[in-house]
């Protein structure tokens, strides 16, 4: 009993670590998870994300400038230029949730982002996306993949009629095989 028990406790911990990804019922009852306003980062321009990406596949990914993630910001530009010509948009949403590790203004963010690491792809406002306290956008994220971010860099990919198809933890980079392999199946 006593390496069974192990085993589980074993498989929670990874779990909980966020080992790999875990992959989401298209099948969620959630509507689609794109239908909410967001403003864009450092404007006061404000986007209904359904209706901007409609027939994208979107990876959303909750960002911030001071993490040891931070230069997978070079990877999802990687990857959107890669793949925006096929439908790919990668959405960034800094947050200060984890660590303090956004504590700039959004024309700091803004600056850093293009600057340090040509950030071409959308960016939008600082955002709460932890348990308790997310924007519905990533409480709707949560609720249809079964996990909230437990660190920056929680990548989550959306099909093109708005319904998770899997996610991903902050050490998945996101020229990762299980990303890329996830992107490519639903392009």
């Not at 911030?64 to 948009?89: H, I, M, P, W």
Request: glycine share 8%; charged share 20%; net charge neutral.
């Amino acid at each position: 009993m006593k390496p069974v028990h192990l085993s589980v406790k074993v498989l929670t911990i990874l779990g909980f670590f966020g080992f790999g990804s875990a992959n989401a019922s298209s099948d969620t009852p959630t509507g689609h998870l794109l239908d909410h306003d967001v403003r864009l980062l450092g404007s006061d321009q404000t986007v209904n994300l359904k209706e901007a990406y409609a027939g994208k596949v979107v990876l959303i990914v909750n960002t911030a400038s001071k993490c040891a993630f931070t230069n997978q910001y070079e990877g999802l530009e990687a990857l959107y230029d890669r793949y925006k010509d096929r439908g790919l948009v990668v959405l960034g949403f800094p947050s200060n949730d984890f660590g303090g590790q956004e504590p700039g203004t959004e024309k700091q963010i803004q600056k850093f982002c293009r600057l340090t690491y040509s950030v071409e792809f959308p960016m939008f406002a600082k955002t709460n996306v932890a348990k308790g306290s997310a924007a519905p956008l990533f409480s709707g994220l949560a609720e249809a993949s079964g996990r909230y971010p437990k660190w920056n860099f929680h990548k989550y990919l959306i099909d093109r009629d708005g319904r998770m198809v899997d996610n991903f933890l902050s050490w998945t980079k996101p020229q990762d095989n299980a990303v890329v392999d996830a992107i490519e199946a639903v392009l």
